[in-house]
Structure formats: C-alpha cells, structure tokens
C-alpha cells in the first residue's frame, strides 16, 4: 500500500511567522502535489512537483513556496502565515504514468491566529 | 461552469440501503475516474479507480462510468454507520492533472 506520511496533523502558529509542512512518500513516486482543502471550496492545488528539484504553480501559490531536495520528500513553506491560511493542507503523490491515481497523506490543520 | 459537478447532499439513509452517488463532468480529454472516501478530519482514502467505462466492483463497492455520457456513480451495497464519510469523485487528464468534486456528505442511520 502506499503511504504518504504528513509529519504533524495539528499545528497552531501566529501571524507573520514562517512555516514548514512535511511530507514523505514511500513509493518512490515521480509526482507529489500540495493540496488545501476548504468548506465550500473542495480542493485547491497550490503547487506539485514531477521531479527532484521541479516545481509548477498550481491554482493558488500565491504566499507559499515549496521544496524538493529528495523524491520522496516535498514540503510547504508559508513565507509569513496569515489567517486566511488557516485550513486542511493535504499532500498528494502519484506514480507519474498515465492513469496513475492520486494517494493523499492524512492531512495538517493549520490554525493561524 | 465547474469542470467537475457533484450534489453536495447531505444524503442520509437508513442502514442497510443502497446508497447511489454521481458526478458529471464536461471535459472530453478526462481519461481515468477515481472515488475517494473521507472521514472527518482526515485525509482523502482512494476506493476506487477505473479508466474504462461500464463497471469495476471491489465488495460492497461499485464504480460505473458512462463516458458518452460524461457521468460518473458509484453504489454502496448494504451500506453501514460505517461508511459514513464524505465522498469525492475525482478524474484524471495525464499522471499529473487532476480534478475534483466538491464532496458528498453520507449518513448511514443505523
């Protein structure tokens, strides 16, 4: 089975401050995506990577970066946390064939305050 | 108009009841479907995955898709308290795009 593995599933963190988010993949998988998740607005893909060291802007990068130093490692990095960033931020990998399904990890709420 | 359209519900059913959740879609160049399930407060759990259309059955659970149609379903059989989650449909274009619906919320009463 895959196990795509978040490394907190709760965190709370003040305006303006820096924050890293952390995920790790076991499939060795070519894609991994950054999703958040809100009431009303299903999800929204903030960036993916197909590589070690490739990135693509998803629908709403705007306040977020990402990192890939590892395959199956890629992490979120909210430059300065504001409170509209508080949500459910799922990270996502796939196998990078064609009709390769997306498996998520279990999530991070993120509370800003 | 949305890529992906799915009833939001909620849908709420007895224990035991067959329980029948769709998705449409409008973009011809989608080419695989997937159904996922999802508790509260976790994340997305992929339940089934078909690139074909007609049906593809895993116990209790059935995925169908009528491509000339451009819709999607999925059947829970003898449903329990148990599957009580909110569904997603989702559908794939290449390994790397992919696109969802806002979610079915589900109660099985028991």
Redesign the interface.
């Known amino acids: 089975d895959v196990k ?1 593995t ?1 490394s907190s599933r709760y965190l709370v963190k003040r305006t303006g401050e820096k924050v890293f988010l952390e995920c790790v993949q076991d499939m060795d998988h ?2 991994m ?1 950054w999703y958040r998740q809100d009431p ?4 929204r ?1 903030i960036y ?1 990577s ?1 590589d070690v060291k490739m990135k693509e802007k998803g629908d709403i990068p705007e306040g977020y970066s990402v990192s890939r130093e590892k395959k199956e490692r890629f992490s979120l990095i909210l430059e300065s946390a504001s409170t509209n960033q508080t949500s459910m931020y ?1 990270c996502a990998s ?14 991070t ?1 993120l509370t800003v305050t | 108009q949305k890529e992906v359209e799915q009833d939001p519900g909620p849908l709420s059913v007895p224990e035991g009841a067959i329980v029948s959740l769709n998705c449409t879609y409008s973009n011809s160049a989608f080419q695989y479907f997937m159904w996922y399930r999802q508790y509260s407060r976790k994340g997305p759990e992929l339940l089934m995955y078909t690139y074909s259309s007609g049906n593809k059955e895993d116990g209790r659970f059935t995925a169908q898709v009528d491509k000339s149609s451009k819709y999607i379903s999925l059947f829970i059989r003898d449903s329990q308290p148990s599957d009580s989650a909110t569904y997603l449909c989702a559908m794939g274009v290449t390994g790397n795009q992919f696109y969802f619906g806002t979610g079915t919320s589900l109660t099985v009463i028991p």
């Open positions: 795509v978040q070519e894609n995506f009303g607005l299903g999800l893909l993916f197909y799922l796939s196998a990078g064939l064609y009709n390769s399904p997306l498996h998520f990890g279990n999530g709420r």
